[in-house]
């Protein structure tokens, strides 16, 4: 099961959405769906922190992928945050950590967008 609640910035173009459970095969759509309604609202810099995010699957790191061109368009971004060691060595396997800005704490994530 996957819940998702989200903060939105608008003086800095900026969504955070807060992950808690996990993203597979019966979850991600609505991962996707939630991302795709913060672009559509116009916010092109987003911080997913996983605090509580358990676990994430091929499908969702698919969904991070698909809509990561159509942020940096926008001249945005997506970092991740606050993630445990489980999900991070998922994301450091498929090499996410070179693509993607990983911060240990949110302020940190929050500094990297607002410090531009």
Known sequence: ??????????????A???LDGHIETNSYLDFENELNNILEKGYSHIILNCRDLQYINS????????LIEEVREKD?????????KNVFK????????QLFEIYEKEEEALN???QR
């Open 76 to 84: 945005g971004d997506i970092k991740l945050c606050a993630m445990n």
């Open 16 to 18: 955070i959405l807060y």
């Open 1 to 14: 099961m996957l819940t998702i609640s989200n903060k939105t910035l608008d003086k800095d173009n900026l």
């Open 112 to 114: 990297a967008f607002t």
């Open 90 to 97: 998922i994301f450091d396997l498929v090499g996410f950590n």
């Open 59 to 66: 499908a969702g790191l698919g969904v991070i992928m698909g």
